[in-house]
């Protein structure tokens, strides 16, 4: 007892020398300290769980906080019901608004979450049926940019799984953590309005108690809100206790209010949006961890740090820090430090959406890599971008971050904006990026879509296009015709092919159409009435048919009328017979009027002509462009297509289908409806027949491809080849077509190397020729042409790939007959070719000669040998002979073969080059089979050599048995099917004399002496001594042309100049060649007149682009302009060519009018090389202007491509750049409408003044584009904020009116605001009036009252005394005056003595009342108050505070007495002993009682066992049973024999523990099958009531199974046992014979299916996370704990932590466990059991410095004094044993401390 009474003083007064020892020792920063910890947490009472340490709830997130070195940013996964967050409002619907999150993720506030007022006002509406246009609407609560505190309302999986998250801004959820009496002046809170009244606003901030008032009177507050509208407010001044409180809408006292710890903040009422004071605590690659509040942690992902001060953030630093989010049941917080959400901003962000949503970018850079979190990326114009790490990798692909990081450049799609982070979210995924669709935007009317049904609904049936659209298809578009059963047709999963018909991507609604005659046409859909021109045909859909007529609907919400005189040609009684709704039709547009939306159409005006017209207009045709196309329909002639996959129906004539005559028709028989052919070329357009018309002959192809050929008739010259087809066919000669509408004439002498007399059997109606221009008649613009194959340059190669080209073609026809059909005798067609040996027995031989022959190959085609291929062959019928193929006709079903025995021998190799007589063996028209010598081989030739040649004059040549000298190219050819190539040697001779000549007349560097025959702008042609026309360029006449002077006019025809040939044109391309080009011999001269080049005798380097580099001057001559591209062509070689774009080649706007006019063609022009034109390869970019490259002070020509009115102009600058002209910089005079003068489209000069994020910034200021005129300038260029003095007068546009005044652009970076104050004279109710009359970018003038240089901010004045404009508000609105100031003094002054003296008076009386009649006196006082208060003219919203002011004296005086207690002061006598003798220590092994209950109840004594008792005894029990399991296993205490069992179970059928001992017996002799079918007896056996004794016999069985059976037995008894015992138990049991047996696999397996299965079960987790951490697996266990938090009840959580804490200490981390262990006793510091664990645990693992610190804050905690001085006895009892005196003293004095705080509180 008197160790006792030293260790633990009473206290008292009597001590005084303590006193003074007390004050020794610095305690105070001890209370201090803790203060912050220990606060107000909500009670809760559990029970002790034994072993469980007794485990209470904690939230889910407890420990994802920490990990304190673990900082990830938020994940969708671990968001909770309950969670507060910080979001920014992005859009805003009629019944949702659309909120973004931190880290990018989307949430939704639904209409009924705002507040309960708004929600009555709308279900009071709906009840009374009245209608809701009179309600506000949301978008007038919330306004896009707003930043806004919800909380998670709910998360619910959709049924595309994804997750669908819903927020709440209802104030009594947001902020019902905190009370009445945590109101404190300068906390902010977001609150809705909840009623309007006369002098202000009644403010729904969520407490029922508390009725907050926000003044119109106050600075910020003089727009009327609405009722429902959000606001975030400071809180000014609490009265009685807070029920009273009154609000502040100021921004920037609400922006910048500080919250700290005297406002009482805590964990557990800590609000989203807060702005607090923080200190880096540590400093990680992936954010910081930091501390506020004196001692609560948070943590600063990657996203939220400016990296601007990112590498000045040092441990230690205290900075400013906004709360993001916090999960109440960890109490994890996150905040962030960017600027855009620190003072001055955080109430609304400038940006919160952006325009590249939905793109996708190329060459992205992966700056940095979060493994937990996601990637940094960095977009080619610096911009960044973040993916989440889900968006990284495929859904079912491994991440893998290194492989990413490796590689150089990344391709990602951006997908969303994130204005909390202000950084775009982007995705990785291939699957994302190359997606064709991925928003509603991305789907375009009238595309042709494939989707999957998900449902079939009354409206219509729905489809899913992506994973993120889906639309649907009205019933009446499910086919063309109504379907009275749609169900029986389609189902759910099928896949259905749609035409959009619509597309509103704001509210995400696609309606499609499946009529086939909606897909299927390829007439121009009508999506606006602006589409709906006169004459145009299109298909629609009837909506309704009256008697008036059809009302008809297009595509979008385009609807027109047709008339009933429009409906047929024939009179029309009654439409409803001829006409249903839905049904498909064509009409056409004879009436429009697109302001008016009203549209006339007809259907009896549709012709066939009208519908090609409409189909080639919507075409953009071109010759030369190539196509693939779709055969519709064939016809004699050829074959109508559709081009793809515009679906433009054109026609391919049959001629055109091949270079071959033979072919065209093969084809057109093998080609079906639904063929592709791809590759066609167009080639005319006629708008009054056919249409389009399209060319597959490949040589037209190949001379298409080439730019260059002639376009019109002026661009012709003689000797000039073209390549063409015959049109007609005349006595005289033939007509041959050419391309662009060209067509010559070959007389009759003109047309063959010999004579003829008949033209009709010399060529074929479509056969292709090349022609030579022979004669231009230029009047009449006629020309001639020659056919003659003497007079042409053509190639050998060309002739062989013809043929080669024509096999292809035989093997494309047989192809598709044989794979089209699908019988066997295709299939042996098509294995057989040209060449192939076979067995066969003669048949039959006929009158003429010809065998029939039958083959096992070919068992049902006719073969035929001719009476020629049979000559020395025994025929007789039956005999088996050895045959040749020589030709296989599949359409016919019909093989040649030759019997003959030079071909069916042996065949012998041939080499290359060698001579050899070819013998003619089949003739086919266009080609011919012939045999190589005695070589066996045979081949393929053409019958012509040239496209032009006769076949009937040669005929003679080509009969069968004609032999031919031929010299072998190539042995074998994959192209010919193994063939060998041959050219005939006449055909080679000829060629080779031609290029000898030609190379003679061509040689490099021949000077020779030319007459000028024509002189062109761009050239001259000049004829040669040889007879042959060449070319000089006009860049081969002068050395150095002076500018603007034309080169080609010195040269006169008929003048003779020495000239030197350099190279060559091509004479079919028109295409510059140097003479060391290999087809050289093929072209024509190219000279020279440049006298250095006529001296120089080397050979002359051919000019090339590479010789060309940016910023070179050059001389070149322009070409012609092209009006589509908007650009001039010039020529600066030969060979060499560029383009010049519009804004490069003129110095005025004027000058974009006509710029054809201001060049001439050849004229020497002097340009800049800008570089490669990136649009046409191989030619240079060039610039006329002398600017090649923007630059900053540059003045160069626009052209604006789109008008913001909030902005600006949006221009294009040359050489692919563009700007931005703000506002400000549009003239040096400012105009009341400044976009006005500008249109799309229009050029405009500009001056660069700098350049940012990727655009320029451009000035149209005179004074800047014309710097020499020196301009006046009314309104100068303010460069920054320097450049505004005070007192200044200044004009400017507004850009807003709000709340907070009105905000006027100064410049373009810069802006003014004027308070609603200083905007106008009048008094204003409503801030509406001034949005009314002064209207966005109107012009003012204000004058400058302030300007703080540091915040860059400029306070205005738009009163008419300041600037000596007339008022923004006109006087016919007949507002009231605002009062003036010296007026507002003395009402102020009047109203302050008068309270003064209120208060004084109400002073007096309060100091004689008595308590006892406290409260009957203020009942009087109030009443006095309010007589008082009726006589006066205050307003009645002072008089509602003046009512809370009255008893704020009183209040102040009883405050006042309490605060200052003499110390040591005790009433009555407080003895330590008999509290302490209560307490019972606190051990690991003992129960832990509840400390939430505050009250001091009498201990009584327990009758009944404790559940410490009952569950220990299970233990014993439970080890007791192990243990006779274990003897069990000793044979020496079992019986003997089978029948010592069998008589111990008749008397005890029901004991497992018999059972089992009889097991182990049968075990013991190795007697398997026994023991199982003793098991078997035992489940028959044991009463079904003994469910115990039953699961044992299970656990016997699976451990039987698991030694001596195999993993399939073993998981049959499991299947068995779970179906008649509880499974947890059977699962529990089968993991422990997992882990025991060492099977850790199986055992890890195992405890994953029971996670799944038995998610609510604690007892799965605990034994899962024992067996993790015993496996040394921290991380997985920690990542189980997660999982359980998350699916776990919240009773259950605080138990669960505890015991993973425990486990952590004993097998896992320490440091982890001691942070567990911090996080739960921050939630729950009065939960004193925890306490006692903690303190154990770190007895044993901690030091003792941190013991020590446990022990100082739980003496400080708020509990009762037992368990306080309980603490204090260990406290000592640790000192005593690991301490040293001084620290014993220590705790003995704290102890004594407590007494006197105690005592003294007592005494109050």
Not at 617 to 628: A, N, P, R
Request: net charge neutral.
């Amino acid at each position: 007892m008197a160790a006792m009474e030293e260790d633990f003083p009473r206290g008292g007064t009597q001590k005084s020398s303590v006193d003074k020892t007390a004050k020794s020792h610095e305690v105070d920063n001890l209370f201090q300290t803790h203060e912050a910890e220990v606060k107000k947490k909500r009670k809760t009472v559990e029970q002790d769980d034994g072993e469980n340490f007794k485990k209470q709830k904690v939230d889910a997130v407890s420990l994802k906080l920490n990990t304190a070195a673990a900082v990830e940013v938020l994940h969708l996964l671990n968001l909770k019901v309950g969670t507060l967050l910080l979001g920014c409002v992005r859009e805003v619907s009629e019944l949702e608004a659309v909120v973004g999150l931190p880290s990018g993720l989307v949430g939704y506030l639904p209409i009924r979450n705002i507040c309960d007022s708004y929600t009555k006002i709308l279900i009071d509406r709906l009840e009374s049926e009245s209608s809701l246009e009179e309600v506000v609407t949301l978008s007038e609560l919330l306004t896009p940019g707003t930043l806004v505190r919800c909380v998670v309302s709910s998360l619910n999986s959709a049924k595309e799984g994804q997750i669908s998250l819903k927020l709440s801004i209802n104030p009594k959820e947001v902020n019902k953590c905190l009370s009445a009496a945590a109101l404190k002046p300068g906390m902010t809170l977001s609150g809705c309005v909840e009623s309007v009244e006369d002098h202000g606003f009644l403010v729904d901030i969520g407490i029922n108690s508390t009725k907050a008032f926000l003044p119109k009177k106050s600075t910020s507050s003089k727009q009327d809100l609405k009722v429902g509208q959000y606001v975030s407010s400071l809180i000014e001044e609490v009265k009685n206790e807070g029920r009273v409180v009154r609000l502040s809408l100021n921004p920037q006292a609400v922006n910048k209010a500080v919250a700290g710890t005297q406002q009482g903040w805590t964990l557990d009422n800590l609000l989203p949006g807060l702005l607090i004071r923080v200190h880096i605590k540590r400093v990680t690659p992936h954010g910081l961890l930091v501390e506020y509040l004196s001692s609560f942690s948070g943590t600063v992902d990657f996203l939220h740090i400016d990296q601007e001060k990112a590498s000045s953030y040092k441990s230690g630093n205290e900075v400013l820090a906004r709360v993001l989010y916090i999960e109440p049941s960890s109490r994890a917080v996150a905040l962030s430090l960017r600027s855009h959400l620190l003072p001055p901003g955080g109430s609304v962000l400038d940006n919160f959406t952006s325009e590249k949503i939905g793109e996708v970018v190329q060459g992205c850079k992966m700056t940095a890599v979060h493994h937990h979190s996601g990637a940094l990326m960095e977009m080619p114009d610096g911009t960044k971008a973040f993916v989440h790490r889900n968006r990284m990798k495929e859904s079912k692909e491994e991440f893998n971050p290194n492989r990413l990081l490796a590689q150089p450049e990344h391709n990602m799609r951006i997908t969303d904006y994130s204005p909390m982070e202000q950084i775009h979210m982007a995705s990785l995924r291939k699957s994302n990026v190359e997606a064709m669709f991925y928003r509603y935007q991305d789907v375009k009317v009238g595309q042709i879509i494939e989707g999957t049904v998900i449902s079939l609904q009354k409206q219509g049936m729905f489809v899913r296009i992506t994973d993120h659209i889906k639309g649907m298809i009205p019933r009446n578009h499910l086919a063309d015709v109504v379907l009275t059963n749609p169900e029986k047709k389609f189902h759910e999963g099928m896949k259905v092919k749609c035409r959009v018909l619509s597309v509103d991507a704001a509210n995400k609604r696609l309606l499609m159409t499946r009529k086939k005659a909606l897909i299927e046409s390829t007439l121009p859909i009508i999506q606006s009435y602006s589409d709906a021109r006169v004459g145009r045909v299109a298909h629609c859909s009837i909506m309704c048919v009256k008697k008036f007529g059809c009302i008809v609907r297009f595509y979008g919400d385009v609807k027109g009328l047709v008339p009933v005189q429009e409906l047929s040609t024939e009179h029309v009684t009654d439409p409803e017979e001829l006409f249903f709704v839905g049904q498909v039709v064509k009409a056409k547009v004879i009436k429009c009027n697109a302001e008016n939306e009203k549209l006339v159409l007809s259907f009896k005006a549709v012709t066939e002509v009208d519908v090609i017209q409409t189909q080639t207009t919507q075409f953009d045709f071109e010759i030369g462009k190539t196509v693939d196309v779709s055969v519709r329909r064939k016809v004699l002639d050829g074959l109508e297509v559709s081009i793809l996959p515009e679906e433009i129906l054109a026609f391919l004539p049959t001629v055109h289908l091949s270079d071959h005559v033979t072919n065209c028709l093969l084809l057109w028989d093998a080609l079906e409806e639904g063929d592709n052919i791809s590759g066609v070329v167009c080639l005319t357009l006629n708008k009054n027949k056919r249409g389009i018309t399209l060319t597959n002959k490949p040589s037209l192809k190949e001379y298409l491809e080439d730019g260059n050929i002639p376009t019109g008739f002026s661009e012709l010259l003689v000797g000039m080849q073209m390549v063409g087809w015959v049109k007609n066919i005349m006595p005289y000669g033939v007509f041959v077509d050419f391309p662009h509408g060209l067509f010559g004439l070959a007389p009759k002498a003109a047309m063959c190397d010999k004579f003829i007399t008949d033209t009709a059997n010399v060529f074929a109606i479509g056969q292709t020729v090349v022609a030579k221009v022979t004669n231009l008649d230029e009047e009449k613009n006629r020309f001639l042409v020659g056919l003659k194959v003497s007079e042409l340059n053509l190639s050998e190669e060309d002739a062989r790939a013809r043929l080669i080209q024509g096999q292809k073609e035989r093997k494309a026809i047989v192809e598709m007959v044989t794979g089209r059909g699908e019988s066997d005798l295709l299939e042996q067609l098509s294995a057989v070719s040209v060449g192939d040996k076979m067995k066969m027995v003669v048949e039959e031989v006929k009158e003429d000669g010809t065998v029939t022959l039958t083959s096992d190959r070919l068992s049902g085609a006719t073969v035929l040998a001719s009476k020629h291929h049979t000559i020395g062959v025994n025929t007789t019928p039956g005999c088996k002979l050895t045959a040749v193929v020589l030709h296989v006709d599949p359409l016919k079903s019909q093989v040649l073969v030759s019997l003959l025995p030079t071909l069916t021998r042996k065949r012998k190799s041939l080499s290359n080059n060698s001579e050899l007589a070819a013998t003619i063996q089949l003739i086919d028209k266009d080609f011919a089979v012939v045999s190589l010598g005695d070589t066996g081989h045979l081949t393929i030739i053409p019958t012509k050599t040239e496209l032009n040649d006769i076949i009937d004059l040669e005929s003679e040549k080509f009969s069968i048995g004609s032999c031919l000298n031929v010299i072998v190219k190539y042995p074998s050819s994959e192209e010919l099917g193994g063939l060998p190539v041959v050219a005939r040697k006449g055909q080679d001779q000829q060629v080779k004399s031609k290029s000898k000549e030609s190379a003679q007349k061509h040689s490099l560097g021949a000077m020779v002496t030319v007459e000028v025959t024509k002189v062109k702008p761009l050239g001259v042609l000049v004829l040669l001594p040889s007879g042959t026309t060449g070319h000089i360029h006009v860049s081969e006449i002068e050395e150095s042309p002076v500018v603007g002077s034309l080169p080609t006019s010195s040269l006169k025809i008929g003048e003779e100049v020495q000239a030197k040939v350099i190279g060559g044109h091509t004479v079919r391309r028109n295409k510059f060649l140097p003479i060391t080009h290999p087809n050289f011999k093929l072209a024509l001269p190219e000279l020279t007149l440049l006298p250095r080049k006529l001296e120089d005798g080397a050979m002359q380097t051919v000019d090339t682009l590479k010789n060309y580099k940016p910023g070179d001057k050059v001389i070149c001559f322009p070409s012609k302009y092209d009006k589509q591209l908007k650009c001039l062509e010039v020529h600066l070689k030969s060979n060499i060519m560029g383009t010049v774009e519009l804004l490069a080649m003129i110095s005025k706007p004027g000058q974009a009018n006509n710029p054809q006019k201001l060049f001439k063609p050849g004229q020497a022009v002097l340009a800049i090389v800008v570089g490669n034109n990136p649009s046409r390869t191989g030619q240079l970019s060039l610039s006329l202007t002398g600017m090649y490259k923007p630059e900053q002070g540059l003045v160069a020509m626009g052209m604006v491509w789109k008008i913001e009115p909030h902005w600006g102009l949006f221009v294009k600058l040359p050489f692919g750049n563009s700007g931005l002209v703000s506002l400000m910089d549009l003239a040096d005079e400012y105009s009341d409408n400044p976009l006005e003068p500008y249109k799309e489209g229009q050029v405009i000069r500009c001056c660069i003044i700098g350049e940012e994020k990727g655009h320029f910034n451009v000035s149209l200021r005179p004074s800047r584009t014309f710097k020499a005129k020196q301009e006046k300038v009314t309104d100068p260029d303010i460069q920054s904020i320097s450049d505004i003095k005070e007192g200044q007068i200044i004009r400017g546009y507004v850009k807003t009116v709000g709340v907070s005044g009105i905000f006027v652009r100064l410049s373009r970076s810069l802006e003014g605001r004027v308070q609603l104050q200083n905007a106008t004279k009048y008094y204003i109710n409503k801030p509406e009036v001034i949005s009314e009359h002064v209207s966005q970018n109107a012009l003012v003038t204000a004058k400058v009252l302030s300007v703080d240089t540091e915040n860059i901010h400029v306070s205005l004045s738009l009163l008419t005394k300041d600037t000596g404009k007339p008022d923004i508000l006109p006087e016919s609105l007949k507002l009231p005056l605002r009062l003036a100031e010296d007026e507002k003094k003395k009402h102020n002054i009047t109203k302050r003595k008068r309270l003064s003296s209120e208060s004084e008076q109400d002073e007096k009386k309060d100091g004689k009342k008595a308590k006892k009649n406290k409260d009957s006196t203020v009942t009087e006082e109030h009443i006095d108050k309010k007589t008082a208060i009726k006589e006066d003219s205050d307003s009645g919203v002072e008089v509602f505070f003046r009512e809370a002011d009255d008893d704020e004296p009183n209040k102040e005086c009883e405050k006042k007495n309490p605060k200052e207690p003499e110390r040591l002061q005790i009433s009555c006598g407080f003895s330590w002993d008999t509290t302490l003798s209560s307490l019972t220590p606190a051990a690991l092994d003992h129960i832990y009682e509840s400390s939430e209950d505050e009250a001091e109840d009498q201990s009584k004594p327990i009758k009944k066992k404790s559940r410490k008792e009952l569950q220990q005894e299970q233990q014993n029990a439970e080890q007791q049973l192990s243990k006779l399991e274990a003897e069990l296993m000793d044979p020496s205490v079992r019986p003997d024999n089978a029948t010592a069992f069998e008589r111990l179970l008749l008397s005890s059928p029901d004991s497992s523990f018999l059972w089992l001992q009889y097991m182990a017996f049968h075990l013991q002799a190795t007697q398997i099958e026994q023991a199982r079918a003793v098991a078997e007896r035992a489940l028959k056996t044991i009463s079904f009531r003994e469910e115990q004794e039953k699961l044992n016999v299970w656990v016997a069985m699976l451990n039987l199974e698991n030694m001596y059976g195999t993993e399939e037995s073993l998981q049959k008894v499991f299947e068995r046992a779970i179906q008649y015992c509880e499974p947890l138990p059977v699962y529990q049991q089968l993991a422990n014979v997992y882990a025991k047996s060492d099977k850790l696999k199986e055992a890890e397996t195992l405890y994953k299916s029971m996670v799944k299965r038995f998610r609510q079960e604690k007892a799965v987790y605990e034994s899962y996370g024992n067996f993790l951490l015993r496996q040394g697996q921290s991380n997985a266990a920690n990542a189980l704990l997660q999982r359980a938090l998350q699916s776990l009840s919240n009773k259950d959580h605080v138990d669960l932590i505890t015991k993973f804490a425990r486990l952590e200490f004993q097998y896992g981390n320490t440091g982890r466990a001691k942070s567990m262990f911090e996080k739960v006793l921050g939630t729950y510091p009065k939960r004193t059991d925890l306490w006692s664990v903690f303190i154990d645990l770190m007895v044993k693992h901690g030091s003792q410095k941190e013991v020590r610190e446990i022990f100082d804050r739980v003496i400080n905690l708020s509990v009762s004094v037992k368990k306080i001085k309980f603490f204090f006895k260990r406290y000592l009892e640790y000192e005593k044993k690991h301490g040293t005196p001084e620290s014993i003293q220590a705790v003995k004095q704290k102890a004594l401390e407590y007494v006197e705080t105690k005592g003294a509180e007592a005494a109050s």
